[in-house]
């Protein structure tokens, strides 16, 4: 039976082998141990314990008393067995001073569940500008004209199968009133041949709904009816006085269209032309939905000419959203709208890599965003960075989400190409929808030689690494880049920059670059990114030097105390 041995130096484990040896008796042979850990001591190579390997010898105990042993020994050694043994013992002496110490580890949470969110600071992300989306506008209808070999015929008349108006070569279209003033979109009416491609139909119905839960109060909603995921029964409904929230100025009342006695339910309506695929009702209903809309957009001006112009009743419900946070639908709506127009059908060019190099394109998906914005507390005063950005997806959504600046960097040509579309179209979606967003900055060029990333790195507050394909050299040559940031900064990555976690800190290690790392592992769930269907681990690095230069300080203090022993 192996012996426990818990032991802290060398020269306690020796001590303990020599009782072992002497209760053993007459054993021929003694197991060689096994120790509890083999970690490395701050002031030797050299592991703690000793460890038998294939390579050692096993030491063989003899039964000859000590004193014969001491008399076969050759007497003219005697004088420097002694040296050594006086050497060894003040040896000893000094190991034991500096070993017999608490171990030092750079953090005892190696697998942090909380991280650092600072407390919220609210932000004005309304706008009072147009919101007009201007010239090089990507509208879904602008999508489908490009793609139109891919799209089909979905709606027809019931009524005469003979009308053609809804052929896919017809282009059969409607619009959607968003929330701006002056801000519309044209959609049109065809399915696509893949059902995985995007659909023009199913997206104006998203964007309706959202507009509908999001922009306009109870009051307002009861005008247009009901969604049909409530899946409630069609009921009269009594015609609100006013779709305001505010009480209206008497001498100006708010008129609205006529309201049906019926209690006509549009939504529902809506769903239902879908489903039959009754094209003269699907429009007939948009029509009606965007003339309720239109009403709530461009209230009739006052009687009084030097009375104030009613606002716009949908951008002013945007200033009593809850915590003055943008509602995760909208959030993922406008996201998903810029994306499905300005991404979407660059998706083959995209897929043009060399594999198995630190260019393969992958994407962080939005839910996966929005975890890291709220584990690293970005804020609206932040500076974001996107080292490697691809098409600049978690950029623009920091910067909408939360209002901060964002820089973000792609050496390959397409992505960056593709980054720079989304921007500007992203930009004229906030506007459709009256929100802000920060200012954004994109560079194609390489990272590592990049001026501009030198500037920026000693002002981020987040730097994001998507290295999950990133090849050891270049993970290496990003290290010393970290070496310019503040205090408190964080380095977001998908591979850790330090070699393990929570290791612990020797005189081997304490001087490397990644010391200055307080590192946090946190788990991304199934579908956070684009390159696989499981989850894994990303890793949060904040440069904490006050915490590195107090472990240094008791190394330091380490070496002082050795060098005192040693001059005894």
């Known amino acids: 039976m192996v012996p426990e041995i818990c032991v802290t130096t060398r020269h306690a484990?020796?001590?303990?082998?020599?009782?072992?040896?002497?209760?053993?008796?007459?054993?021929?042979?003694?197991?060689?141990?096994?120790?509890?850990?083999?970690?490395?001591?701050?002031?030797?190579?050299?592991?703690?314990?000793?460890?038998?390997?294939?390579?050692?010898?096993?030491?063989?105990l003899s039964t000859?008393?000590?004193?014969?042993?001491?008399?076969?020994?050759?007497?003219?050694?005697?004088?420097?067995?002694?040296?050594?043994?006086?050497?060894?013992?003040?040896?000893?002496?000094?190991?034991?001073?500096?070993?017999?110490?608490?171990?030092?580890?750079?953090?005892?949470?190696?697998?942090?569940?909380?991280?650092?969110?600072?407390?919220?600071?609210?932000?004005?992300?309304?706008?009072?500008?147009?919101?007009?989306?201007?010239?090089?506008f990507v509208s879904a209808a602008s999508v489908i004209k490009k793609l139109s070999r891919s799209y089909k015929t979905y709606f027809k008349n019931l009524d005469d199968p003979s009308d053609t108006s809804f052929e896919a070569e017809s282009?059969?279209?409607?619009?959607?009133?968003?929330?701006?003033?002056?801000?519309?979109?044209?959609?049109?009416?065809?399915?696509?041949?893949?059902?995985?491609?995007?659909?023009?139909?199913?997206?104006?119905?998203?964007?309706?709904?959202?507009?509908?839960?999001?922009?306009l109060t109870p009051t307002q909603q009861a005008l247009f009816g009901t969604l049909p995921t409530d899946f409630l029964q069609d009921t009269d409904i009594t015609p609100p006085s006013s779709p305001l929230t505010q009480e209206s100025d008497q001498s100006s009342p708010l008129k609205l269209p006529s309201y049906d006695p019926r209690g006509t339910n549009y939504l529902r309506l809506l769903q239902r032309s879908i489903r039959r695929r009754d094209g003269p009702l699907f429009l007939s209903t948009m029509q009606t939905i965007n003339q309720l809309l239109r009403s709530l957009k461009y209230p009739p001006l006052p009687s009084d000419v030097f009375a104030p112009a009613p606002p716009n009743v949908l951008l002013e419900s945007i200033k009593s959203w809850p915590q003055s946070e943008i509602p995760n639908k909208v959030l993922m709506r406008i996201i998903d709208e810029t994306y499905q127009r300005s991404v979407g059908p660059h998706a083959l060019k995209l897929n043009r890599y060399e594999a198995f190099s630190s260019e393969v394109y992958g994407e962080l998906m939005p839910s996966f965003t929005s975890d890291i914005i709220a584990a690293t507390g970005l804020h609206k005063d932040s500076l974001f960075m996107d080292l490697g950005c691809g098409v600049g997806n978690v950029l623009v959504q920091a910067s909408l989400e939360t209002c901060c600046r964002s820089y973000g960097i792609e050496v390959m040509p397409t992505p960056a190409e593709v980054g720079r579309e989304q921007l500007r179209q992203m930009k004229k979606r906030c506007r459709m929808w009256g929100l802000s967003m920060g200012e954004v900055e994109l560079e194609e060029g390489d990272m590592l030689t990049s001026r501009r990333v030198t500037e920026l790195l000693p002002q981020a507050d987040v730097v994001l690494v998507n290295n999950k394909v990133f090849q050891q050299p270049l993970n290496e040559a990003l290290r010393p880049r970290f070496l310019d940031l503040k205090e408190g900064a964080i380095v977001?990555?998908?591979?850790?920059?330090?070699?393990s976690l929570n290791a612990r800190v020797t005189e081997r290690n304490v001087d490397d670059i990644s010391a200055i790392f307080d590192v946090a592992e946190r788990p991304y769930h199934s579908g956070s990114v684009s390159w696989g269907s499981g989850g894994g681990s990303y890793y949060l690095h904040k440069v904490d030097r006050e915490g590195y230069a107090s472990i240094k300080q008791r190394f330091e203090n380490l070496r002082a105390r050795s060098a005192r022993a040693s001059r005894r």
């Open 171 to 215: 282009y059969p279209a409607t619009e959607l009133e968003y929330p701006n003033a002056h801000a519309c979109e044209t959609y049109y009416l065809l399915a696509p041949r893949d059902p995985d491609h995007y659909n023009p139909i199913m997206c104006l119905e998203q964007s309706l709904y959202t507009i509908f839960e999001c922009y």
């Open 64 to 136: 000859t008393p000590d004193s014969t042993l001491r008399s076969l020994k050759p007497k003219k050694r005697a004088n420097a067995c002694r040296s050594r043994a006086s050497s060894s013992r003040a040896q000893s002496r000094q190991r034991s001073e500096t070993l017999d110490v608490e171990p030092i580890y750079r953090n005892s949470r190696s697998r942090s569940t909380s991280v650092l969110p600072p407390t919220p600071r609210h932000r004005q992300f309304w706008i009072t500008e147009d919101g007009s989306p201007g010239e090089n």
């Open 13 to 60: 484990w020796k001590a303990q082998m020599k009782r072992e040896q002497e209760a053993a008796g007459s054993q021929a042979h003694l197991p060689p141990p096994t120790p509890v850990s083999a970690e490395t001591s701050p002031e030797t190579d050299e592991p703690d314990h000793w460890i038998a390997g294939p390579s050692k010898r096993p030491r063989i």
């Open 492 to 499: 977001v990555s998908l591979k850790p920059f330090v070699s």
